[in-house]
């Protein structure tokens, strides 16, 4: 597995020019090394999947042209895969979970609660009205000096930390619907740090209380997408499915919470192993089979998209 992080790490975020030069770069290396492993040649393969978006429009044209010229080159049916459906489907490639299922996907640029019915077909039931809960993670990290990814960062300096000690604000905790806000929580972070001279000490309680106040609202919000959910789609005699996916899903304490949650509420969790939370191909490749097996293959006019909400993606082919 190739990945960027150390490139981007010393600007505090994703570059979108380094991004789509380094894609340039190492996709022909990566395809060739994923068959090598894979043993298989391409004209073994059912199909060639890529993200068509949402995201950084460098990167996602790069992959998309490349993997459309695969497909041509080898005959081989297209599909242009929605970011966000290949992070929904990951638990279905770990576990085979059913729909329909409630949906939590929490990454670097998304915050969301849906209820997933089917391939293609999602209902947004609450969101991020300001920042997502991975770019949350992403800025106190920056604030705190460390690297980016901040998530990983932040987790691993909590792990000493008191989460008590600095009491952070639980945004939305309690409100009507299923919405979620960040930003007043790094505000407060920042004034913190403004107002102090942090000790590592500190650092590390800071961290901590950062990551508690997330899983306490994160806990609230999916409370309360649940209920809904159950009230749309529960059946007395079967536990309602709950999936949780996105990079932020890999953090320890928020799979913790989300576990507590989905036992007290009655919900079969579906919660990938970290590495199939955070951006991978494998999640992209599944997402691809599943269209392929229902028909859906894309033409080779299937055009990158820096935005792509995925409950506008539609139940067929686009
Ligand atoms: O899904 P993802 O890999 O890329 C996007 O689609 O955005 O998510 C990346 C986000 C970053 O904000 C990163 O800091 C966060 O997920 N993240 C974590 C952890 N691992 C990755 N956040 C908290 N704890 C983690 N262990
Ligand atoms: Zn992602």
Redesign the pocket.
């Known amino acids: 597995m190739f990945s960027q992080v150390a490139e981007h790490s010393p600007y505090g975020g994703v570059v979108p020019e380094i991004a789509a030069r380094a894609h340039v770069e190492l996709l022909d290396g990566i395809v060739e090394r994923a068959l090598e492993e894979a043993q298989v040649a391409l004209a073994d393969v059912d199909g060639v999947a890529a993200t068509a978006g949402p995201g950084l429009i460098g990167g996602v044209m790069v992959g998309l042209v490349s993997a459309k010229a695969l497909a041509l080159a080898a005959g081989k049916p297209f599909l242009a895969i929605n970011?966000l459906e290949a992070?929904a489907l990951s638990a279905r490639l770990s576990f085979g979970t059913e729909f329909p299922f409630l949906l939590l996907l929490i990454?670097?640029?998304?915050c969301q609660l849906m209820a997933a019915e089917a391939i293609g077909s999602y209902r947004l039931y609450g969101a991020t009205i300001d920042d997502a809960v991975?770019?949350a993670?992403?800025k106190t990290a920056k604030l705190l000096g460390l690297p980016y990814?901040?998530?990983?960062q932040?987790?691993h300096l909590a792990q000493q930390g008191d989460p008590r000690r600095f009491p952070l604000p639980r945004p939305m905790l309690g409100r009507e619907g299923a919405d979620f806000s960040f930003s007043g929580l790094k505000t407060a972070v920042r004034q913190i740090v403004r107002q102090n001279a942090l000790t590592e000490r500190d650092k590390s309680d800071l961290a901590a209380s950062f990551q508690a106040a997330v899983v306490e609202v994160m806990a609230d919000r999916v409370r309360a997408g649940m209920t809904r959910f159950r009230t749309e789609f529960g059946q007395s005699n079967s536990r309602c499915n709950f999936v949780a996916a996105?990079?932020?899903a890999?953090?320890?304490p928020?799979r913790q919470g989300l576990n507590r949650l989905a036992a007290e509420q009655g919900f079969r969790l579906s919660l990938a192993a970290?590495e199939l939370?955070?951006?991978n191909g494998a999640m992209v490749a599944w997402a691809g089979l599943e269209r392929l097996a229902l028909g859906l293959a894309d033409g080779l006019d299937a055009a990158p998209r820096a935005r792509w909400p995925l409950e506008s993606i539609g139940p067929t082919a686009r």
């Open positions: 970011h992070h990454s670097g640029g998304h991975g770019e993670f992403d990814p901040g998530g990983p932040i987790e996105g990079g932020v890999a953090n320890r928020i970290p939370c955070t951006d």
